[in-house]
Nanobody
Framework: QVQLVESGGGSVQAGGSLRLSCAAS????????MGWFRQAPGKEREGVAA????????YYTDSVKGRFTIAQDNAKNTWYLQMNSLKPEDTAMYYC???????????????????WGQGTQVTVSS
C-alpha cells in the first residue's frame, strides 16, 4: 500500500516562500508520476505541478510557472514543492498524489491519481 505524507505547510506573508515535502513509502513501481494539487474552500482541486520519476519531466500550471519548483530526491523517496513569491491566491490545502502511469497521461487530472496524502495547509496573507 502506497502511503504519502505531506509536511511543510504554514502561514507566510505575500512574497514569502515555503517548501512542501511529500514522503512516499510502500510503492514498488519503477517510475511514478508525482503531483501536487491544491484546493481552496469552495473551489475544485487544481493541479499545480507534477514530476515523472522516470526521467524528471516536470509540468506546471500557468499560474505558478516561474514561482514554484517541483523536485525529487529518489534516495529519500521524497518530493518537494518549493514555492517562492507566494500570493494570497495561493492559499489552499495542498496535497501530493502519485500514480504509476506517466505524467503525460495523468498530469494535472486529480481524478486520474491513485494515491493521495492527507494534505497540508498553506496560508498567504497580504
Amino acid at each position: 500500500q502506497v502511503q504519502l505524507v505531506e509536511s511543510g505547510g504554514g502561514s507566510v506573508q505575500a512574497g514569502g516562500s515555503l517548501r512542501l515535502s511529500c514522503a512516499a513509502s510502500g510503492y514498488t513501481y519503477s517510475s511514478i508520476c508525482m503531483g501536487w494539487f491544491r484546493q481552496a474552500p469552495g473551489k475544485e482541486r487544481e493541479g499545480v505541478a507534477a514530476i515523472y520519476t522516470g526521467g524528471g519531466s516536470t509540468y506546471y500550471t500557468d499560474s505558478v510557472k516561474g514561482r514554484f519548483t517541483i523536485a525529487q530526491d529518489n534516495a529519500k523517496n521524497t518530493w518537494y514543492l518549493q514555492m517562492n513569491s507566494l500570493k494570497p491566491e495561493d492559499t489552499a490545502m495542498y496535497y501530493c498524489a502519485a500514480d504509476q502511469r506517466p505524467c503525460t497521461v495523468v498530469a494535472g487530472r486529480a481524478r486520474a491519481y491513485t494515491y493521495w496524502g492527507q494534505g497540508t495547509q498553506v496560508t498567504v496573507s497580504s
